[in-house]
């Protein structure tokens, strides 16, 4: 088992570009969170889709940031334009059915905005 | 919405002793409490979790414990080894778009196990 997959594992642009993280939750899994931390405001959970449909995007800072998933096996998060406030590191988490809340982490995405 | 509060931020122990990590919750709602293990660099790992139906879970050297009533839920480490050196996160279930899937956590613990 692969375990959840996230890619770049490493991201540095300017300010102003466009920045897409994408994800590949473990194969079976029907739900799928996108986190955001960074030490003044811990682990936020941005948004969730079960089934490949967004249940709760309360979480998503602003119109800045968008998420999708066209498909079980894979997600995207994306931010236009990137301010330096978005410098974090993104993670993307999976959870199989009919386990009640177990979500296993990939290893996230560190994205510095400059 | 739920809210989950973790104390201390860091804890600092000697090799062999014991380490506890409390966190209360405000949703009386919640029905489902893990503890995640991050190490420096790494993926938060899901380590134990709890669910209201028991009051307490033990795996080897850690358990966890759930006061319901008082909404508080506590980790604790035995023996601890070097290798326990990370940040614990504990977390809770809440209702958000009609599921109980969203979970909030702690701001965390840095936990030092002193050679």
């Known amino acids: 088992d692969a375990g959840v997959i996230q890619s770049p594992r490493h991201e540095v642009t300017e300010m102003g570009q466009e920045v897409t993280l994408r994800c590949k939750p473990i194969?079976?899994?029907?739900?799928l969170f996108w986190y955001r931390q960074t030490m003044m405001r811990g682990l936020e959970l941005l948004i969730y889709?079960?089934?490949?449909?967004?249940?709760?995007d309360s979480g998503m800072p602003e119109d800045r940031f968008s998420a999708k998933m066209p498909n079980a096996s894979f997600s995207t998060l994306k931010i236009q334009p990137s301010e330096p406030r978005d410098s974090a590191v993104y993670f993307c988490?999976?959870?199989?059915?009919?386990?009640?809340?177990?979500?296993?982490f990939g290893p996230g995405t560190r994205l510095t905005v400059t | 919405g739920e809210n989950v509060e973790q104390h201390p931020s860091t804890l600092s122990v000697q090799e062999g002793d014991s380490a506890v990590i409390k966190c209360t919750y405000s949703?009386?709602?919640?029905?489902?409490f893990p503890w995640y293990k991050q190490e420096l660099g790494k993926r938060p790992q899901l380590i134990i979790d709890?669910?209201?139906?028991?009051g307490e879970k033990k795996d080897q050297r850690i358990a966890v414990t759930l006061n319901k009533t008082a909404k508080h839920f506590s980790l604790h480490i035995t023996e601890t080894q070097p290798e326990d050196s990370a940040v614990y996160f504990c977390?809770?279930?809440?209702?958000?778009?009609?599921?109980?899937?969203?979970?909030?956590f702690g701001k965390g613990t840095l936990l030092t196990v002193n050679p």
């Open positions: 977390a809770a279930n809440s209702n958000s778009g009609g599921s109980n899937y969203k979970l909030t």
């Open positions: 949703d009386s709602a919640s029905n489902y």
């Open positions: 889709f079960n089934n490949n449909v967004p249940i709760d």
């Open positions: 709890i669910r209201s139906n028991v």
């Open positions: 988490a999976s959870s199989p059915p009919g386990t009640l809340y177990e979500q296993y």
């Open positions: 194969s079976g899994h029907n739900s």
